[in-house]
C-alpha cells in the first residue's frame, strides 16, 4: 500500500531546500510526523513520478519560495507543462521525456493548481524586491 501525505512541500533545491527542510522538520515536530511529504534525495535528471502521486493525495500543498525561485521561468513549453498537470500516471513519464529539462517546481505548482490543492506559498526571508503581485508566470502556473 502506498503512504498518502497529507502535506506536500515544494522548493527549489538549489536555493530554498534548507529551508523547506527547517519547515518539515518543524511540521513533524509539531505533531505532522508521516503526514509530510518532502522529498531531498530526488536529484536525478528526470522528475519521478511517486511526487505526483503524492501532490496528487496531498490536502495542502506548500511552496517555499526563494527571492529568486521564479525568475528563471521560462515561457515557452507552457502548453506542455499544462499537460504534464493533468496528465494520467501512466502517461506522465511518456509526456515528460518530450522535453529536453523539465523545471520541477514549476511542474509541481501547476500539478497542486491542476488538482484543486489548498495551495500555501511561503517566502521566509524579507526582501523589498519580492512581490507576489508583480510576478510574471506562464499559464500554467
Known sequence: MEKVYDIFI??????????AEH??????YSG????????KDNL??????????RI???ND???VLGEASLNDLEFGHTEHYKRLAVCSLEEFEIE???LKHTDFLRLEIARAISRGKNIIPIVPE?????????LTLPEDI
Do not use: G, M, P, W
Not at 23 to 28: H, R
Open 44 to 53: 536525478r535528471s528526470r522528475f519521478d513520478v511517486e511526487l505526483l502521486r
Open 32 to 39: 505532522f510526523r508521516e503526514r509530510v511529504s518532502f522529498d
Open 126 to 134: 524579507n526582501s523589498a524586491s519580492y512581490c507576489f503581485s508583480n
Open 96 to 98: 515528460e521525456a518530450k
Open 56 to 58: 496528487d493525495a496531498c
Open 61 to 63: 500543498f506548500i511552496v
Open 10 to 19: 515544494s522548493y527549489r533545491h538549489d536555493s530554498t531546500a534548507a529551508k
Open 23 to 28: 519547515l518539515q522538520s518543524l511540521l513533524t
